[in-house]
């Protein structure tokens, strides 16, 4: 029996807890086989890709091989030699280091290997290989831009801060220049007062974060980068007596980025007031397309694009089923 897709984003994540300390892992059915190669599984985001990519491959019949580099490049392209001794049919990968994996992606060239980034662009080079990639920069503004306007209408002026990603991950890059891009429609009613490097690291964000609002105690507007952060988000905010719910004096207009169900909360319980979601089931599907379609030798374009979306208050009952993070969070706090 078919399932729509509200049932299958629902059987997809609902193993996600058990499978998040998996680290390799084989299956065998079907007659191709595709690596799935992540350098961690050290957020909720890369969890559920890393299921959604495994329940949308057995699906179509392949057979997967995986492995966790944790966040070692030289051990992931080990792994990538690996797979292309084994002679697959293609590879999934996530890598830490944009210009590191280059070397893997000549092998897998030379190998006639289709390879495909998931949600991570390599650095340009002569050697051949698709990305998927969330749009971030868009995403970013159209969130952000809904939160200045939640500001605009407030009648006030509001103090701004960022929490910026590793700037040597474009996405952290990217989603910097969507929050610029938004903000400075609002100058009447937005000022930034702190960009606060995280490096993707919870502590220096907590750190960074603790800083910025012992040197700007005006602070009332907040993004962050991504929603891993959100715990040493609250931590900070409440510490600083900023935690409050939307409406209340002391709340903080706050957006994330990712779509995690930690975010889903902090929306539904009116903390959070947007998040830019990227769409995990998209981009799985378009990343397996792309080997399916390498395969049969058609041209795929370099770059594919998750459009991804703006979850907000005013609009979040209509697009909650498109967010990965609520699906997750509905499967603990059923209706």
Known sequence: MALNRREFTISTLMALAATGGLTVAARTQGTKTI??????LYSEFWVAGIEIIRENLKNRGFEIFEAISDQDDNKQFEQVRAAIARKVDGIIIVQTDSNAVIPAIKAANEAKIPMVHFNRPPAPSEAFSVAIQADNQKIARETVTYVC???KASGKKHQAAI???DLGDPNAIQRRDGFQEAIDQFKDSVELVASIPTEWNADTAFAGLTNALQANPDISLLFTSSDFLLPQITQALKSADKWGKIGEENHVILAGFDGA???????HESYMDACGVQNLFYEAEIAIQAIVDLQDGKKVEKLLLDPGFAITQANMKEKQAEMWGYVLWAKDNPQ
Not at 35 to 40: E, K, M
Not at 261 to 267: D, E, G, R
């Open 35 to 40: 690596a799935v190669l992540f350098d961690g």
């Open 149 to 151: 306007e939640v500001a």
């Open 163 to 165: 929490m910026i990603g």
């Open 261 to 267: 169900a930690p975010a889903y909360a902090l929306m």
